[in-house]
């Protein structure tokens, strides 16, 4: 496959409007799962997501144009599954399973239109949001951020000539490379790409994705991304995410439905799916009350993904709680995913290793690493922390609280009220890059 020369690409800008989301494949693969799950058992239900730009120092809104925003957004309204899209995935073997999307589903599918938007500036940001049926605005997250990503990345290059672009582009790809070098001496390592909701670009983040491919083989193990996964032949890779126990928490009627939510949701979650597919993600409330007050059946399943804990903490409290429980640690797994370093990569596999099957999704730090890349100074190609939540759900406030209370969201009122349901242990403040 001939490789796309990025620097010319991004320097010829000679077009109205260069999409940055020309499929709606180019997501990540946990948001098809969620939905389907969604479509099948909550079509009733309203939601509205709402971009949150954690980055406070970063000013959104002064370095992007609202009309260019306005363009991005409007063209990704306009795309529909493809039939060659359709056909893959509904021929296609996911987690070693045939036919894991009902055709009813599918069905369904073809004609899906991300609905839409709300978009304002309010002190320096952007305040985007997406409300109506929670099967619809679910799809809107991971194109919402990946176009708001690219669309400062390409402001920030705006100032480059050919040369200078060379020299970023060049720079990166080495330092992406010795990284890539030290995952290679790490015997069974097992990386995925979770890159693309932070991404620099789409076409950077495919770069990512073929040198991983060649650069480490066998470890590499596939990638979120499922446009990414059709074109390359790859696993498409991801589970559930938060707004799950977000959306059932906040439609809880009482305490105890709330505190039961997050089992709930992998009550639901089992109906659909096994395997391999059976991870929990314990952190939305606090992993500590989470593994307190959790069934006996929760430890049957295949692993969990420690999502805002430091990783050998985390891990090494799933362990014990799997010990208690009469379970082998070493049959289980754990997926860790929090804005890794390479370096918090070795030291976690060296410290596990034996003890647990363990896996990396390598997100931000592998499609956004900029840092120091550029040929003048700037602070512009620097990844933030940029997300977009589940912020109401049937007319009612959602909370996420994590194990890191510098990632909760949500209205004030409502996470003390969390905080006096579920409890504050082990949650432990820490600065969030990424």
Same mark, same amino acid.
């Given at each position: 496959?001939?490789?796309?020369?990025?620097?010319?690409?991004?320097?010829?800008?000679?077009?109205?409007?260069?999409?940055?989301?020309?499929?709606?494949?180019?997501?990540?693969?946990?948001?098809?799962?969620?939905?389907?799950?969604?479509?099948?058992?909550?079509?009733?239900?309203?939601?509205?997501?709402?971009?949150?730009?954690?980055?406070?120092?970063?000013?959104?809104?002064?370095?992007?144009?609202?009309?260019?925003?306005?363009?991005?957004?409007?063209?990704?309204?306009?795309?529909?599954?493809?039939?060659?899209?359709?056909?893959?995935?509904?021929?296609?073997?996911?987690?070693?399973?045939?036919?894991?999307?009902?055709?009813?589903?599918?069905?369904?599918?073809?004609?899906?239109?991300?609905?839409?938007?709300?978009?304002?500036?309010?002190?320096?940001?952007?305040?985007?949001?997406?409300?109506?049926?929670?099967?619809?605005?679910?799809?809107? =997250?991971?194109?919402?951020?990946?176009?708001?990503?690219?669309?400062?990345?390409?402001?920030?290059?705006?100032?480059?000539?050919?040369?200078?672009?060379?020299?970023?582009?060049?720079?990166?790809?080495?330092?992406?490379?010795?990284?890539?070098?030290?995952?290679?001496?790490?015997?069974?390592?097992?990386?995925?790409?979770?890159?693309?909701?932070?991404?620099?670009?789409?076409?950077?983040?495919?770069?990512?994705?073929?040198?991983?491919? @060649?650069?480490?083989?066998?470890?590499?193990?596939?990638?979120?991304?499922?446009?990414?996964?059709?074109?390359?032949?790859?696993?498409?890779?991801?589970?559930?995410?938060? @707004?799950?126990?977000?959306?059932?928490?906040?439609?809880?009627?009482?305490?105890?439905?709330?505190?039961?939510?997050?089992?709930?949701?992998?009550?639901?979650?089992?109906?659909?799916?096994?395997?391999?597919?059976?991870?929990?993600?314990?952190?939305?409330?606090?992993?500590?009350?989470?593994?307190?007050?959790?069934? %006996?059946?929760?430890?049957?399943?295949?692993?969990?993904?420690?999502?805002?804990?430091?990783?050998?903490?985390?891990?090494?409290?799933?362990?014990?709680?799997?010990?208690?429980?009469?379970? %082998?640690?070493?049959?289980?797994?754990?997926?860790?995913?929090?804005?890794?370093?390479?370096?918090?990569?070795? =030291?976690?596999?060296?410290?596990?290793?034996?003890?647990?099957?363990?896996?990396?999704?390598?997100?931000?730090?592998?499609?956004?690493?900029?840092?120091?890349?550029?040929?003048? =100074?700037?602070?512009?190609?620097?990844?933030?922390?940029?997300?977009?939540?589940?912020? =109401?759900?049937?007319?009612?406030?959602?909370?996420?609280?994590?194990?890191?209370?510098?990632?909760?969201?949500?209205?004030?009122?409502?996470?003390?009220?969390?905080?006096?349901?579920?409890?504050?242990?082990?949650?432990?403040?820490?600065?969030?890059?990424?």
């Amino acid at each position: 496959m001939a490789k796309t020369d990025i620097a010319r690409r991004v320097y010829n800008h000679t077009w109205k409007l260069d999409p940055i989301v020309r499929s709606l494949l180019d997501t990540d693969f946990y948001k098809l799962l969620m939905l389907q799950m969604i479509w099948g058992m909550y079509p009733k239900v309203e939601t509205t997501f709402s971009l949150i730009n954690r980055t406070t120092s970063v000013r959104l809104a002064d370095e992007i144009d609202e009309q260019e925003l306005r363009d991005q957004l409007d063209h990704a309204r306009t795309l529909r599954f493809s039939k060659k899209e359709m056909i893959w995935l509904g021929g296609n073997t996911f987690y070693g399973r045939k036919q894991i999307f009902e055709p009813e589903f599918l069905a369904w599918l073809e004609d899906f239109q991300l609905p839409e938007y709300e978009l304002s500036k309010r002190d320096g940001q952007y305040e985007l949001s997406f409300s109506g049926p929670w099967m619809y605005t679910t799809l809107w =997250e991971i194109p919402a951020l990946a176009i708001i990503n690219e669309l400062r990345s390409r402001a920030a290059m705006r100032a480059f000539g050919p040369f200078a672009l060379d020299v970023l582009y060049a720079r990166a790809k080495a330092k992406m490379w010795a990284k890539t070098e030290r995952l290679k001496a790490l015997p069974g390592i097992r990386i995925s790409d979770f890159g693309t909701r932070r991404r620099h670009s789409f076409l950077w983040q495919r770069w990512c994705v073929e040198a991983l491919k @060649e650069g480490i083989g066998g470890a590499f193990t596939g990638t979120s991304n499922v446009l990414l996964a059709m074109d390359n032949d790859l696993e498409a890779l991801g589970t559930n995410a938060h @707004e799950l126990p977000m959306v059932f928490a906040a439609l809880a009627n009482s305490e105890e439905e709330l505190k039961q939510s997050p089992y709930k949701v992998l009550q639901d979650w089992q109906r659909y799916y096994g395997g391999n597919l059976l991870i929990v993600l314990p952190d939305a409330f606090g992993t500590a009350s989470f593994l307190r007050d959790a069934p %006996d059946w929760v430890a049957d399943w295949t692993g969990f993904r420690p999502d805002s804990a430091p990783p050998i903490e985390g891990g090494e409290k799933i362990i014990d709680w799997w010990r208690e429980r009469g379970k %082998d640690p070493r049959q289980k797994l754990l997926i860790f995913s929090d804005g890794l370093e390479v370096e918090t990569i070795e =030291e976690t596999y060296r410290h596990f290793r034996g003890k647990v099957r363990m896996s990396f999704g390598w997100g931000t730090n592998l499609t956004n690493d900029f840092e120091g890349c550029a040929p003048t =100074e700037t602070n512009s190609l620097d990844a933030i922390s940029l997300v977009c939540k589940v912020t =109401e759900a049937n007319g009612r406030p959602a909370v996420k609280l994590s194990d890191n209370p510098a990632k909760a969201t949500g209205d004030q009122k409502e996470i003390k009220r969390y905080l006096r349901i579920f409890g504050e242990k082990d949650r432990v403040r820490q600065l969030v890059k990424v």
